[in-house]
């Protein structure tokens, strides 16, 4: 793969913008670890496909204070030094060890100093919430001149510790559309009809704000760091390099087929999801002709040989993304697989799975994690509530992509039995 020494944001560029106003902003984040990476110690990633469950067991998770997390998802770090598609040169999301390797230096400290100030857990104050809310919004609208000082002091006047309430009253006032965010509840308004910029970093629905408590030194040597990012099945050679002294653990989620089709399917026509840019127009029957405002965007993880696909039907395209994501995970090597049918079939069964989860982890199954995975938490970044056999009603459509590829991975991952998706 091509190594990416001399590659990075084009000087005046929004990527480079993006940069420039973090750069005012990392002092109020407060310091760094240094070599973040070489102190992180125990590396969990959940590999899944694309509208896998990710979002859900990584929150369930959250809910241990044994664990650490990112606040979101690692690709707008990656953007932000070039390690995206088309500037990795791998043509797909796939990275490995060269690209870490290969990076300036500018690059790797740039990476790191984010890395280091992103992970944590979730915490019970607004101390830091602010600053957070500003950093935040300026990745995610690349393409305005926000002033990085002002967002602070307008996060300040408007701090709430009613979240919901606070992320509206800031996004108001800093003049960006709230319908690109995962907010609870329906906004006022028509859905958008196409992406929130030409350059995105972090892919709509954005994340909001929470409550955060930075990862110390010692935290890295005593916890698990687990990151949850769907194009992470096609970089796990590249986050062994990333962080050399960590054992790397690989939990596996699965979702059979015919749900996790609908859901992309569901995904690719929502008003969100925008991944990447493409210069031609993409011809993908049921989506370039439903949403003709996104006909160049790509939705989703981008997988090798996704160019062979781009005017097939989209339960198709949809179809390739699930099996194209296990296949790499499984060529890998997984270490320990839970099945989001499991999180979502009632409180016993979620419980359960939970349970092994924490027990594979080596972390406690008590406290809040017990009672989080008992009770369930709400769907998040969801088009649609979770529901038993809900891709039956396109039924038709989602079994018409189901190649024989994609049962003999079906069957693999043992869903052999379509009776039994759900």
């Not at 990656?78 to 990076?103: C, E, K, N, Q, Y």
């Not at 915490?123 to 609208?141: F, I, K, M, P, Y």
Request: aromatic share 8%.
């Amino acid at each position: 793969m091509i190594r990416t020494k001399d590659r990075g944001p084009a000087p005046d560029g929004p990527v480079a913008g993006v940069v420039r106003r973090l750069e005012v902003l990392r002092p109020l984040r407060g310091t760094p670890v240094p070599r973040f990476c070489t102190k992180v110690r125990d590396l969990v990633v959940v590999a899944s496909s694309s509208r896998g469950g990710s979002s859900m067991l990584s929150e369930l998770l959250r809910s241990s204070p044994h664990l650490l997390h990112l606040r979101g998802e690692l690709n707008p770090l990656l953007r932000l030094v070039g390690l995206d598609h088309p500037h990795s040169g791998t043509g797909s999301d796939a990275l490995d060890a060269a690209h870490w390797h290969g990076l300036p230096p500018w690059s790797r400290a740039l990476f790191e100093a984010e890395l280091s100030l992103d992970a944590g857990s979730p915490g019970t104050g607004v101390e830091n919430l602010a600053v957070d809310a500003a950093w935040r919004l300026v990745v995610q609208w690349p393409g305005l001149d926000l002033d990085p000082v002002d967002l602070v002091r307008t996060a300040e006047a408007v701090l709430d510790r009613d979240l919901p309430r606070f992320a509206r009253a800031l996004i108001g006032r800093a003049g960006v559309n709230p319908l690109y965010y995962d907010l609870p509840g329906r906004s006022p308004g028509p859905r958008p009809a196409g992406p929130p910029g030409d350059v995105l970093l972090e892919e709509p629905p954005f994340v909001l704000p929470r409550p955060w408590r930075p990862a110390s030194e010692h935290d890295l040597a005593t916890k698990p760091l687990v990151v949850k990012t769907p194009g992470n099945a096609y970089r796990l050679g590249f986050l062994r390099a990333v962080f050399p002294n960590a054992r790397l653990r690989v939990l596996h989620l699965t979702r059979n087929p015919a749900a996790s089709v609908n859901g992309l399917v569901d995904g690719w026509l929502h008003h969100g999801f925008h991944a990447y840019r493409m210069d031609e127009p993409l011809r993908i029957a049921g989506y370039a002709d439903v949403r003709p405002a996104d006909r160049h965007w790509w939705k989703f993880d981008l997988p090798p040989c996704w160019s062979a696909y781009t005017a097939a039907a989209l339960p198709r395209v949809c179809a390739h993304q699930w099996w194209s994501s296990h296949r790499a995970v499984l060529a890998h090597g997984a270490d320990h697989t839970v099945r989001f049918e499991d999180l979502i079939s009632g409180p016993h069964r979620r419980a359960d799975a939970v349970e092994r989860v924490a027990h594979w982890l080596g972390v406690p199954y008590d406290g809040p994690l017990k009672r989080t995975a008992t009770a369930g938490i709400p769907a998040t970044v969801s088009t649609a509530a979770p529901r038993p056999g809900r891709w039956r009603a396109r039924e038709a459509e989602v079994r018409s992509a189901l190649s024989a590829d994609v049962l003999a991975m079906a069957e693999r991952l043992g869903y052999a039995r379509d009776d039994h998706w759900i």
